[in-house]
């Protein structure tokens, strides 16, 4: 495993800034029409967006997928890997597929393959981040950033992360007052690393 680098930069989103982004996002999916019978969730990053997506949709029909992908902050497997296939039964149905961020791209383009082998007549894609060198572009996406984005369901994961990492506790101190100038309440982060 290679080192964490000490030169990432990071996003910490609040989760008002989040809801405000799928609130913008629903008026989007609204505006162009698009009325899906399912949505569907790549977990975990997806869950809780979709879950909220599925709320102010008014889309109740929610599943998920999982993909396995990252294994450190920036890095990840050579390709992703299906690690949970869809349960519900999405032929002929519309879909609108949900994911945090895309990242590589490659997750979403999986996903989206599985879902037109199970079936699904269209899909389309909704992150709240993009990144440039994604190479799949979700049909809906709040905000494209270079940053590695700590949302409020992985924190403690991206916590783990750095200490665990090769440079672990050297880097720690480091990381923290760039996640804290990010966003991250510095209190929070102390009792998440007490605990670990």
């Known amino acids: 495993m290679k080192a964490l680098a000490s030169n990432i930069d990071y996003e910490v989103p609040t989760w008002n ?20 019978d399912f949505i569907v969730a790549i977990a975990r990053g997806g869950l809780v967006p979709a879950r909220i997506l ?30 949970q296939t869809l349960t519900t039964n999405v032929t002929g149905k519309k879909i609108l597929l949900i994911d945090d961020i895309s990242d590589t791209g490659k997750s979403l383009k999986l996903a989206k393959t599985h879902l037109q082998h199970q079936g699904a007549i269209e899909i389309k894609t909704a992150t709240l ?24 369901w992985d924190i403690k994961e991206t916590l783990r992360k750095i200490i665990h990492s090769p440079l672990g506790k050297r880097i720690l101190k480091q990381e923290l007052a760039k996640l804290v100038k990010a966003g991250l309440p510095k209190q929070l982060a102390e009792k998440l690393i007490k605990d670990m």
């Open 17 to 36: 800034q989040i809801y405000e982004m799928l609130l913008s996002q629903t008026q989007k999916i609204k505006t162009q029409n698009y009325k899906p």
């Open 129 to 152: 981040y993009e990144k440039p060198q994604s190479v799949t572009t979700p049909d809906f996406y709040e905000k494209q950033t270079t940053d590695w984005v700590v949302f409020p």
């Open 54 to 83: 599925s709320d102010l949709l008014e889309t109740p029909n929610l599943s998920f997928i999982q993909i396995e992908f990252y294994t450190n902050i920036n890095q990840t497997l050579q390709e992703p890997i299906l690690k």
